[in-house]
């Protein structure tokens, strides 16, 4: 699996420094299901999705879904387990994120993802 880091061009912000690109139909399946947490710094893109579900997931997190332009089109945060996340018809992907993590970022802003080192 590759890993990216995440920042808000925006506001400088770095969201993840090594998130898990999850671009395959497996990859994208099985997500964060069965994960107990998330660690500070971590994050999961799922690659295309417009949409997420939060069953099988014992831990809330927050959702950024990105335009094909890079731009936030909609955060959704601290989701609950076991419920149904919302669908973003014009999100590309969708960066899942510790709780809180996406705290400061709005729709409009910019995300920027950029490769780093296999971890």
């Known amino acids: ?4 880091s995440v920042t808000n061009a925006t506001t400088g912000a770095l969201l993840a420094s090594h998130a898990a690109v999850a671009d395959s139909f497996f990859a994208r399946f099985l997500g964060l299901q069965f994960r107990r947490s998330l660690p500070s ?6 690659l295309p ?8 997931m014992f831990m809330r997190i927050d959702a950024i879904f990105v335009s094909a332009e890079s ?3 909609r955060v959704a945060r601290r989701l609950r387990p076991w419920t149904i ?4 018809p ?3 992907y969708c960066i899942e994120l ?3 993590a996406a705290r400061e ?5 910019i995300v920027e993802l950029a490769q780093t080192a296999v971890i």
């Open 105 to 109: 970022t709005k729709p409009g802003h």
């Open 85 to 88: 996340g919302p669908i973003v």
């Open 49 to 56: 999705s417009s949409s997420i579900h939060m069953f099988f």
């Open 90 to 92: 014009d999100a590309l």
């Open 1 to 4: 699996m590759r890993y990216v």
């Open 41 to 46: 710094g971590a994050g999961l893109i799922l």
């Open 98 to 100: 510790p709780a809180g």
């Open 71 to 73: 731009t936030v089109v």
